[in-house]
Nanobody
Framework: QVRLVESGGGSVQSGGSLTLSCTAS????????MGWFRQAPGKEREGVAA???????TYAESVKGRFTISQDTAKNTLYLHLSSLKLEDTAMYYC????????????????????WGEGTQVTVSS
């Protein structure tokens, strides 16, 4: 069983920055992928960013150039740095990983992940 705990959410003005953290109960480096997802009210959960074991990063088009995913393997912690925040970035942000990734994994696809945190809320205001 993998436990993921997110933190760092909050309220921020448009254009501001925030860093989210996800602490895992397992070695994050051993995970094929660690991902960040978000769900806005009334919308489906969507992939935001994912970090591969080979240090490759994948980003949704909507956050490219604004969000950065990273990890500290010594702390088993995954980060998501959010900058140039927009109103439409308001959502609950979730950390996720899996023990059953498909062979041709799609890093931002929800169905690839079977371990989820409880989420941390990010609210962007004008």
């Amino acid at each position: 069983q993998v436990r993921l705990v997110e933190s760092g959410g909050g309220s921020v003005q448009s254009g501001g920055s925030l860093t989210l953290s996800c602490t895992a109960s397992v070695d994050t480096y051993s995970r094929r992928y660690m991902g960040w997802f978000r769900q806005a009210p009334g919308k489906e959960r969507e992939g935001v960013a994912a970090l591969g074991r080979d240090h490759s990063a994948t980003y949704a088009e909507s956050v490219k150039g604004r969000f950065t995913i990273s990890q500290d393997t010594a702390k088993n912690t995954l980060y998501l740095h959010l900058s140039s925040l927009k109103l439409e970035d308001t959502a609950m942000y979730y950390c996720a990983t899996s023990n059953r990734f498909s062979t041709a994994v799609r890093p931002l696809e929800l169905s690839e992940y079977n371990y989820w945190g409880e989420g941390t809320q990010v609210t962007v205001s004008s």
